[in-house]
């Protein structure tokens, strides 16, 4: 008897954690339940069209092509003939085995890429063979196509998720595609979408044999969204074709908004490069890192200059601000500035005025080394304390944007340099003043800028002491952006005040000074040349270069639509190459067109090749250098 109450308490023990068991996963877990872990349902993916990106007026920079990929699933090959099979995806019969091992070793139950990116002609072609072979299948696929081959360093690339990124994520698997640099990386969650996804049943020989619960869990992929950028492809592609057989960058600013309308790095390449069966091979050779001409480093964003002469510029407007010097201070140059011991040390001044009392308007006109000299040891020195002094100054100048990213969205940069006094006192154990860094004054010494900076900084002139970040994205799915970091002003350390005197030396510089030779009729620009010095290590020596030719500028003086900053690595005076650039820059966007009454600076530029500097850089090799020949 006892025993049979025991086994019938058993019985019903079982029963109620049968039915528990039963009730939890169709009950409670029923709503939530997730097929995926479930090894008799299999999971596809419905994959999304990334979104399209168009520039400021609408023209297309990045758009959709069908892709075809050769998918194998190992489990499921048949014998076949594999001579007939390689001839068919014009492959060799040692790379057929190779593709397929390395199928087997990632999942012999599962289907993977075989072959990627077929050509659409041998895809038509294909699909009628196919069914000879068993385990291959065709995959559709999206990828991408850029209708200009501009831009490249803005627009990017993508590429796939590989095994290390596709552990750590949530969404991505390998072999998927994802962007790489530029806008592509930058704005990926918007122009990825988001993949759709189906549910099948498996039987127990793991063939699928119907939907799974009728698609319940299935869902619908939606489309990446579309993005409108800040550029004007117009402009930018002229930069582009100005900078060819240059090296350098030009980053071009509407003031009022901080968007950017020109990026142009010097050289870069075709975005197309990146896409299909040859993106492998071409990513080798425009990322080499022996590739002196490096066309994947964005020089607008990356590279870091010295400023050179249109940081004086900011010493002006840093001096008048800390009252050390005013719109009457004079100081006289007598062909350079002499510091240091009572030997002395001179720097030397171009400016042509000698012996004579110079203003701040024609020190900036005529780019007076001396003036700007004086201005900087009288901030440093103020209080008779240098490194507080000279932190001071440097908080003027990062309240530009100088020494830190800015903030702009694009996912590469270099925050430059601006020294502050801790910097000379390790270096010099607190034994420094004014003149240990007197290069600091004419934008050389420890200063390092980047284009975009330079150009914000111009941007910040412009508008008389504010400035907003500089961005590359417009309008999502035609809407406006609404991110703070772009749309509030980053208001200056410098007074109001203190610009309009700045502003009218910097249209006196096209007007009577360094830039005369490059104005435009109807148009007042305002800006500023400048040279910086240029040394290399080459087989072990330091040797020095040209110069490089910068220039900032701003157009028209009242109501500026463009600030734009420019370096051409070894172009020599700012006068030479970076002003022809700029002024048919401001024309081009500002008048549409370059007029035929500046048709030949265009001309001059386009003809004018710096490769003879460039191979300057690349060292001899040891057989040359003992027989003299270069």
């Known amino acids: ?310 940081f004086k510029m900011m010493n002006a407007l840093i001096g008048l601000q800390e009252g050390v010097i005013d719109v009457n201070t004079t100081f006289k140059c007598f062909h350079g500035y002499r510091y240091g011991s009572r030997k002395g040390e001179f720097m030397g001044c171009h400016c042509n005025i000698y012996n004579r009392p110079i203003s701040l308007k024609t020190a900036i006109a005529k780019s007076c080394n001396s003036y700007f000299s004086n201005t900087y040891k009288r901030i440093v020195e103020k209080d008779n304390k240098p490194s507080k002094g000279l932190d001071s100054w440097a908080n003027h100048v990062k309240s530009f944007g100088l020494g830190n990213y800015l903030g702009y969205d694009l996912p590469q940069g270099s925050p430059g340099f601006i020294p502050i006094g801790k910097y000379y006192d390790d270096a010099y154990r607190y034994s420094w003043n004014a003149s240990t860094n007197i290069s600091n004054a004419i934008g050389q010494g420890e200063v390092q800028t980047t284009p975009i900076q330079l150009a914000n900084f111009t941007a910040a002139i412009a508008n008389k002491g504010y400035f907003y970040t500089p961005h590359i994205l417009k309008k999502v799915n035609g809407k406006p952006i609404d991110n703070p970091n772009f749309t509030q002003k980053k208001v200056t350390s410098i007074k109001q005040e203190h610009f309009d005197p700045v502003i009218e030396a910097m249209h006196e510089v ?65 006068s030479r190459i970076a002003a022809p650039i700029t002024s048919l820059m401001i024309e081009k966007y500002l008048n549409g067109k370059i007029s035929e009454a500046t048709k030949y600076r265009e001309t001059n530029m386009l003809n004018i090749s710096l490769k003879s500097e460039y191979d300057k850089l690349i060292p001899k090799k040891e057989e040359e250098i003992a027989s003299g020949t270069k």
């Not at 969650?189 to 319940?216: D, E, Q």
């Not at 096209?510 to 400048?530: L, P, R």
């Not at 040279?531 to 290399?536: F, G, I, M």
């Open 1 to 310: 008897m006892q025993k049979s109450l025991l086994l019938y308490t058993l019985i019903t023990l079982v029963g109620l954690v049968f039915i528990g068991r039963l009730f939890q996963l169709q009950i409670v877990r029923g709503e939530s339940y997730d097929p995926i872990h479930n090894s008799a349902v299999e999971k596809k993916f419905d994959y999304p069209e990334r979104g399209y990106v168009y520039d400021r007026n609408g023209k297309l920079l990045i758009a959709n092509q069908l892709s075809y990929d050769v998918m194998v699933q190992p489990n499921k090959v048949t014998p076949l003939d594999t001579l007939e099979f390689c001839k068919l995806l014009k492959i060799t019969k040692e790379d057929f085995y190779k593709r397929f091992n390395r199928s087997v070793k990632f999942a012999s139950y599962k289907p993977s890429v075989f072959l990627k990116q077929l050509a659409k002609e041998d895809f038509a072609f294909l699909q009628e063979k196919l069914h000879k072979y068993k385990g291959f299948f065709i995959q559709k696929r999206i990828i991408r196509d850029y209708p200009f081959k501009s831009a490249a360093n803005v627009v990017g690339y993508i590429s796939e998720v590989n095994n290390q990124l596709a552990k750590s994520s949530t969404y991505y698997e390998q072999g998927e595609l994802i962007g790489k640099a530029g806008i592509e990386k930058q704005y990926e969650l918007f122009l990825r979408g988001t993949k759709g996804k189906k549910y099948f049943r498996k039987n127990k020989l793991n063939n699928i044999v119907g939907s799974f619960k009728n698609g319940a869990y299935d869902t619908l992929p939606e489309n990446g969204k579309d993005l409108t950028l800040t550029l004007d492809l117009d402009l930018q592609q002229f930069g582009e074709k100005l900078m060819q057989n240059k090296r350098g960058g030009i980053v071009a600013i509407e003031p009022a908004t901080g968007e950017i309308l020109a990026l142009v790095t010097a050289p870069s390449y075709d975005p197309n490069m990146m896409v299909g069966r040859k993106r492998s091979s071409n990513s080798v050779i425009l990322m080499d890192p022996d590739n002196l001409e490096k066309p994947t480093y964005d020089r607008g964003l990356k590279a870091s200059y010295p400023p050179g002469s249109p």
């Open 510 to 574: 096209f007007k009577t000074g360094t830039g005369s030779g490059v104005k435009v009729k109807g148009i007042d620009i305002c800006g500023k040349t400048g040279t910086s010095e240029n040394y290399a290590v080459v087989d072990g020596k330091r040797i020095k270069l040209e110069d490089h030719s910068i220039l900032v500028a701003f157009a028209p003086k009242d109501n500026p639509k463009i600030a734009i900053a420019i370096f051409v690595e070894n172009g020599g005076y700012g």
